[in-house]
């Protein structure tokens, strides 16, 4: 517990930052990134995740960690007018007392991305400490510092979640969803505890004034795994789906051992999630065109010929052009021969858990709490599930 006179200090900062906070920047009405970058045209849906940090956050944390594949998996399965969309996830973290005081113990941890094993990442590096927790600010943040789109077509969602009263701090909640609604967000409130508790300490009120939607859940929960009889197939065709993935540039090399090394953090914290880590390597929504010469050149942002000599691996690098080309064919067809028994697999898992009562989504768990109101909201933009 802090002390009087630091909690005094604290008020201070804040205060100093919500005056500065009454500018926001335009977003471009076309759907363009905020710095003109182009997108590829694609349906949007963005979603900010905005995580209580805290002391007793452990088991939030732990929930996002193992939750974080299946959030993307069905997120990403939503189509608009018949076309698929672009997945972007940003991530902040709040109530950290490492974190700085006049930042209001708030911190972007990743902007936007659809880079997901750098997501994965930067998740499993949070810890928790301390205790100030202030959702209006990080609200406030997230609305300022991310590059939400313009287009008002787009699904634009943030979920706040964590368990201390949602109107602390110096920054009005109630401002924080105002400016939000002018942007086009939705804000969600998730609050570890009690539904009544939640509802006393202004969390749903924090998600009405936008719109969303308020739920409770068990801060604690653990997700169980159940085995099943596809794992082991799945298991060997991950590692195969790893070996068609060709690393160029300068940071190749460290993008492919990060790759395996989130699937060893996922597999490590619950085999549940590595299963649906692999099915989202199976989609569209996993790419990796920055250091992987088969994506790159599939998706057309690079084309081999414009690879210089020096960013070439030392295998492409030893062959003739023509051989180069054969070679990365060769390896974007066994991905997709891969990727397609990965998702039939996938689909035979899902069918094995449901026959054995084994696949019902708990009520008091995160994934059920960010997917469950996500599809209201997308259903009035035009989404539409998957399969």
Known sequence: MKSANTVKRLCAALCLLALAGGITTARPRDGSSRDGRPRDGRPLVQIALLLDTSNSMDGLINQAKSQLWKIVSESGKMTQNGRPVRLEVALYEYGNDSLSILSGYVRRVMPF???????????FELDTNG?????????????????WSGRDSDLKIAYVAGNEPFNQGAFDFREAGRRAVRNGVVVNTIFCGGREEGI????????????GAYMNIDGDYEY??????????LSELNSRLNDTYIAFGARGAARKDLQKEQDSLAEGLNKAGFYERAKVKSSANYSNSAWDLVDATSSGAMPLASVKET???????????????????GKLAERKKIQSEIAALSAEREAYLAANKAAAPAEEALDTAILAPLGEVARKKGFVSGN
């Open 311 to 329: 960013d070439l691996p030392d295998e492409l690098r030893a062959m003739p052009k023509e051989a180069r080309e054969a070679f990365v064919a």
């Open 113 to 123: 991305t659809d880079d997901l094993d750098e997501l994965s990442a930067r998740l």
């Open 131 to 147: 205790g100030s927790e202030y959702c209006g600010e990080v609200v406030r943040r997230s609305l300022e510092e991310l590059d």
């Open 224 to 233: 169980g795994y159940v085995p099943c009889p596809q794992d082991d197939r």
């Open 200 to 211: 006393a300490t202004m969390w749903a009120e924090g998600a009405r004034v936008t719109g």
